[in-house]
């Protein structure tokens, strides 16, 4: 496809990173670090955010509901099953948005109707008629996918997709469910049902792929040129199994070969490097470091040939800036003697934006750290931020920690930590310091969670760099992740668990609230 010199097609941006993300196994975000990825992606111009799945529990309702009532551009969708009650509760968490969508969604190839609706494909229909209609009853904006579109036999598809328009749908959704389409039969399904249904010119449709066999991307695109004009993807493509399609990579993708294909996008791109590192610490799920747009060697040149041509021309081996990413070169911006005033501008020059009480405690930190660390860079900067965001209303702290190390032993941990506001005191052994600061922490707050991830790596460069920690652990059914940072391994190890213990802690407290 080539352009010409018209206008180009606008394709919205549909942000699923609060909902479809979230159910990455380990990925749930709190309230307040969910409020500050919706604000970014409403800054960053994404033109609706699919908020959560409101009938799924009462933190999800409220969620979904507190960024409705904050939106100022973004529409803002709930998720709903084809089920009265989850449109009802969907319709009402999005009622105080300036601009609500309510995004339905049933079951319509053969296998999934036999084994997980078992419901004939005449029932399928009535089931959309009467939901998409009470959902139209409740805003302007619906939205209808037909799950594992995919795996749908065509014409039948193209009778739920003329059912669902009829009754009141506007955007259509055709999602490859589980990844397993190529882009050329994702391509001329869109192309067949545009044309065969006689009522499709009433509807945007959308494109929602998944990444099982690492098409989400290619596949997006290629619905596109089908006709598709909105896209469904989060940021760094978190989400189910293999993830969806990632946000930047389309936006930037489209930006870049603008020859092949003639759309836009209304996203302020020099924002995409800061919501993939909100994100990433939000979810606790490191970027990979060859991840495209994002990743932390996406504009690295080690071969001799590519740096020769790069100091040359950066377009021999740069398709695009850094910096139309908003990725700009690590400097040395901040010190011990930098004050409030300076702290604060350089916030706003990273884009971060925090209330009074947020922001006096990460400039304690910041003043922390610079005494122990001789440099301190904007990345550091940023960590300190998503600490504090993810660390807000935790009742376990880390107080002090101290250990012994050495070649022959003992590897011993002597830790403190608050618990609802009582210190408490802990020593034990290890074999290793990780063991024995762990060991310590379960001594104080027992458990039966499996440790199934312990991961390091360094923020910034430098021996004194802050070292960033990963884990996850495994409470029965419930999986979580949670990072956090220090110069000190040890302390962000500790930091880390005691992390990821508050989120297992916290949704066990939700549950019991629900069965209450």
Same mark, same amino acid.
């Given at each position: 496809?080539?352009?010409?010199?018209?206008?180009?097609?606008?394709?919205?941006?549909?942000?699923?990173?609060?909902?479809?993300?979230?159910?990455?196994?380990?990925?749930?975000?709190?309230?307040?670090?969910?409020?500050?990825?919706?604000?970014?992606?409403?800054?960053?111009?994404?033109?609706?955010?699919?908020?959560?799945?409101?009938?799924?529990?009462?933190?999800?309702?409220?969620?979904?509901?507190?960024?409705?009532?904050?939106?100022?551009?973004?529409?803002?969708?709930?998720?709903?099953?084809?089920?009265?009650?989850?449109?009802?509760?969907?319709?009402?968490?999005?009622?105080?948005?300036?601009?609500?969508?309510?995004?339905?969604?049933?079951?319509?190839?053969?296998?999934?109707?036999?084994?997980?609706?078992?419901?004939?494909?005449?029932?399928?229909?009535?089931?959309?008629?009467?939901?998409?209609?009470?959902?139209?009853?409740?805003?302007?904006?619906?939205?209808?996918?037909?799950?594992?579109?995919?795996?749908?036999?065509?014409?039948?598809?193209?009778?739920?997709?003329?059912?669902?328009?009829?009754?009141?749908?506007?955007?259509?959704?055709?999602?490859?469910?589980?990844?397993?389409?190529?882009?050329?039969?994702?391509?001329?399904?869109?192309?067949?049902?545009?044309?065969?249904?006689?009522?499709?010119?009433?509807?945007?449709?959308?494109?929602?792929?998944?990444?099982?066999?690492?098409?989400?991307?290619?596949?997006?695109?290629?619905?596109?040129?089908?006709?598709?004009?909105?896209?469904?993807?989060?940021?760094?493509?978190?989400?189910?199994?293999?993830?969806?399609?990632?946000?930047?990579?389309?936006?930037?993708?489209?930006?870049?070969?603008?020859?092949?294909?003639?759309?836009?996008?209304?996203?302020?791109?020099?924002?995409?490097?800061?919501?993939?590192?909100?994100?990433?610490?939000?979810?606790?799920?490191?970027?990979?470091?060859?991840?495209?747009?994002?990743?932390?060697?996406?504009?690295?040149?080690?071969?001799?040939?590519?740096?020769?041509?790069?100091?040359?021309?950066?377009?021999?081996?740069?398709?695009?800036?850094?910096? #139309?990413?908003?990725?700009?070169?690590?400097?040395?911006?901040?010190?011990?003697?930098?004050?409030?005033?300076?702290?604060?501008?350089?916030?706003?020059?990273?884009?971060?934006?925090?209330?009074?009480?947020?922001?006096?405690?990460?400039?304690?930190?910041?003043?922390?750290?610079?005494?122990?660390?001789?440099?301190?860079?904007?990345?550091?900067?940023?960590?300190?931020?998503?600490?504090?965001?993810?660390?807000?209303?935790?009742?376990?702290?880390?107080?002090?920690?101290?250990?012994?190390?050495?070649?022959?032993?003992?590897?011993?941990?002597?830790?403190?930590?608050?618990?609802?506001?009582?210190?408490?005191?802990?020593?034990?052994?290890?074999?290793?310091?990780?063991?024995?600061?762990?060991?310590?922490?379960?001594?104080?707050?027992?458990?039966?969670?499996?440790?199934?991830?312990?991961?390091?790596?360094?923020?910034?460069?430098?021996?004194?760099?802050?070292?960033?920690? #990963?884990?996850?652990?495994?409470?029965?059914?419930?999986?979580?992740?949670?990072?956090?940072?220090?110069?000190?391994?040890?302390?962000?190890?500790?930091?880390?668990?005691?992390?990821?213990?508050?989120?297992?802690?916290?949704?066990?407290?939700?549950?019991?609230?629900?069965?209450?």
């Amino acid at each position: 496809m080539t352009t010409t010199s018209g206008a180009r097609d606008r394709v919205l941006i549909f942000d699923t990173t609060l909902r479809d993300g979230e159910q990455c196994p380990g990925a749930t975000m709190t309230l307040d670090e969910k409020l500050a990825v919706a604000e970014l992606l409403d800054t960053m111009g994404v033109d609706i955010i699919e908020a959560g799945f409101p009938i799924a529990s009462n933190g999800d309702f409220e969620a979904v509901a507190e960024i409705a009532r904050r939106s100022k551009r973004a529409v803002i969708a709930g998720l709903a099953r084809a089920i009265p009650a989850d449109i009802a509760r969907a319709g009402e968490a999005v009622r105080h948005a300036q601009r609500g969508r309510i995004h339905t969604f049933v079951s319509t190839s053969p296998i999934h109707l036999a084994h997980q609706m078992r419901k004939s494909e005449d029932e399928v229909v009535e089931i959309i008629l009467k939901t998409v209609a009470q959902a139209r009853d409740l805003v302007d904006d619906v939205e209808w996918s037909a799950m594992d579109a995919t795996r749908t036999g065509i014409d039948y598809l193209c009778r739920c997709v003329e059912a669902a328009i009829r009754a009141g749908a506007t955007t259509i959704n055709l999602p490859d469910t589980v990844g397993y389409a190529t882009p050329s039969e994702y391509r001329a399904m869109f192309a067949a049902v545009r044309e065969r249904v006689p009522n499709a010119d009433k509807a945007v449709f959308s494109v929602h792929c998944h990444n099982d066999l690492g098409l989400a991307v290619a596949n997006t695109l290629a619905g596109l040129e089908g006709g598709a004009r909105q896209v469904e993807c989060t940021v760094n493509g978190i989400g189910e199994r293999a993830g969806n399609a990632a946000l930047e990579e389309v936006v930037m993708a489209i930006r870049t070969r603008g020859d092949v294909m003639p759309f836009e996008t209304g996203i302020e791109s020099t924002l995409l490097t800061r919501a993939s590192k909100l994100v990433s610490h939000a979810t606790n799920f490191p970027v990979q470091f060859n991840k495209a747009i994002v990743g932390r060697n996406a504009f690295a040149h080690e071969s001799g040939i590519h740096q020769d041509g790069m100091l040359k021309n950066a377009e021999t081996y740069e398709i695009m800036t850094p910096a #139309s990413v908003g990725l700009a070169k690590t400097s040395l911006v901040m010190g011990k003697h930098s004050g409030r005033a300076a702290f604060r501008s350089k916030l706003g020059e990273l884009g971060l934006h925090l209330t009074d009480n947020q922001f006096q405690d990460v400039f304690e930190r910041f003043k922390a750290l610079a005494d122990r660390k001789k440099h301190v860079y904007d990345e550091d900067i940023e960590a300190l931020v998503d600490e504090n965001l993810a660390t807000a209303h935790d009742r376990i702290r880390l107080v002090s920690l101290s250990v012994i190390a050495g070649t022959h032993g003992p590897q011993r941990a002597t830790l403190k930590i608050m618990v609802d506001e009582r210190t408490v005191t802990e020593e034990a052994d290890g074999n290793g310091p990780v063991d024995a600061v762990f060991n310590a922490i379960h001594a104080l707050v027992p458990h039966e969670a499996v440790l199934e991830l312990y991961q390091v790596h360094a923020v910034t460069e430098g021996t004194d760099a802050q070292a960033e920690v #990963s884990v996850r652990l495994k409470d029965g059914e419930r999986s979580v992740t949670a990072r956090g940072a220090d110069p000190d391994t040890l302390v962000a190890s500790a930091k880390a668990y005691l992390s990821a213990l508050n989120k297992l802690s916290a949704a066990a407290r939700r549950l019991h609230a629900q069965a209450i």
